[in-house]
Nanobody, 120 residues
């Protein structure tokens, strides 16, 4: 299993970023996929999930600002992040959610992460 994130960086408050995650080594289309984030000193937390049927879920902290999507033909999952806030600063990970439960599903395989920094 390999998950490779890209698209992180430094952005000003109110700005946007689009994260991408290229998956390989497993049958992508049958897995619930998601994005999680971690800040120093805190645990990993789910930000969003997208289920195999296309249903999407978001944490309250990002609801209305972030949009998750997937392209099963490209084995890729995306996270469009709008209206970014300094508190969105974290390392963002693409991960599988083997249990398919939201919001308390555990983390399966995950990538190396991509840093998102929101600062003026």
């Amino acid at each position: 299993v390999q998950l490779v994130e890209s698209g992180g960086g430094l952005v000003q408050p109110g700005g946007s970023l689009r994260l991408s995650c290229a998956a390989s080594g497993f049958t992508f289309s049958i897995y619930t996929m998601g994005w999680a984030r971690q800040v120093p000193g805190k645990g990993l937390e789910w930000v969003s999930n997208i289920f195999t049927g296309g249903s999407t879920y978001y944490s309250d902290s990002v609801k209305g600002r972030f949009l998750i999507s997937r392209d099963n033909a490209k084995n890729t999952v995306y996270l469009q992040m709008n209206s970014l806030k300094p508190e969105d600063t974290a390392v963002y990970y693409c991960a599988t959610n083997p249990s398919g439960r939201w919001p308390n599903g555990g983390f399966g395989s995950r990538g190396q992460g991509t840093q998102v920094t929101v600062s003026s």
